[in-house]
T-cell receptor, first 115, second 111 residues
Framework: DTGVSQDPRHKITKRGQNVTFRCDPISEHNRLYWYRQTLGQGPEFLTYFQNEAQLEKSRLLSDRFSAERPKGSFSTLEIQRTEQGDSAMYLC?????????????FGQGTRLTVV | QKEVEQNSGPLSVPEGAIASLNCTYSDRVSQSFFWYRQYSGKSPELIMSIYSNGDKEDGRFTAQLNKASQYVSLLIRDSQPSDSATYLCAVNRHAGTALIFGKGTTLSVSS
């Protein structure tokens, strides 16, 4: 396990469809974060987990978005009834808690295009 | 006021020069500070972290933190064309919260 893995890398979907993305964190990392990034912007925080507990959710995360991390391992992010405004890069990052260092490492991202 | 602010650039420097990237943050209790590099179409890559006031050096990179001024910077010495990327500043209020990112500064190094 050399890093954070995201699947799929690219997703094209029609407006109104549901999509689900998966993230596998670095194996010893207990924290997992989801971010969304659009062109010319920095990553915008969506939500984060410590183990299986979802500890924080951004106001950006509408009711159409849901994230899970069963058993504190991989995580999924689902977007229901996609809209064109959901087109973005969805980034997952993981880190290890328990020390001052909270360095987070990103996966390659999932690029979503809603047509 | 945005939580983390960066000049979007572009910042253009010639090869071999020092590039200086700046970031300010609004939450005075922030404890951890990070610089990420992001190439076009790729995900962010962590290049530096800093937690205490002062300078931290790693190869050609130096991060500088001034908590009193709520300011963090990144210096890149001997800039190379391969350093051309967007540099993202990220701030963590404390270990139990998420990283908040600035919009990033685009750096262009010309040969």
């Amino acid at each position: 396990d050399t890093g954070v893995s995201q699947d799929p890398r690219h997703k094209i979907t029609k407006r109104g469809q549901n999509v689900t993305f998966r993230c596998d964190p670095i194996s010893e990392h207990n924290r997992l974060y989801w971010y969304r990034q659009t062109l010319g912007q920095g990553p915008e925080f969506l939500t984060y987990f410590q183990n299986e507990a979802q500890l924080e959710k951004s106001r950006l995360l509408s009711d159409r978005f849901s994230a899970e991390r069963p058993k504190g391992s991989f995580s999924t992010l689902e977007i229901q009834r996609t809209e064109q405004g959901d087109s973005a890069m969805y980034l997952c990052a993981s880190s290890f808690s328990g020390s001052l260092s909270t360095e987070a490492f990103f996966g390659q991202g999932t690029r979503l295009t809603v047509v | 006021q945005k939580e983390v602010e960066q000049n979007s650039g572009p910042l253009s420097v010639p090869e071999g020069a020092i590039a200086s990237l700046n970031c300010t943050y609004s939450d005075r209790v922030s404890q951890s500070f990070f610089w990420y590099r992001q190439y076009s179409g790729k995900s962010p890559e962590l290049i530096m972290s800093i937690y205490s006031n002062g300078d931290k050096e790693d190869g050609r990179f130096t991060a500088q933190l001034n908590k009193a001024s709520q300011y963090v910077s990144l210096l890149i010495r001997d800039s190379q064309p391969s350093d051309s990327a967007t540099y993202l500043c990220a701030v963590n209020r404390h270990a139990g919260t998420a990283l908040i990112f600035g919009k990033g500064t685009t750096l262009s190094v010309s040969s």
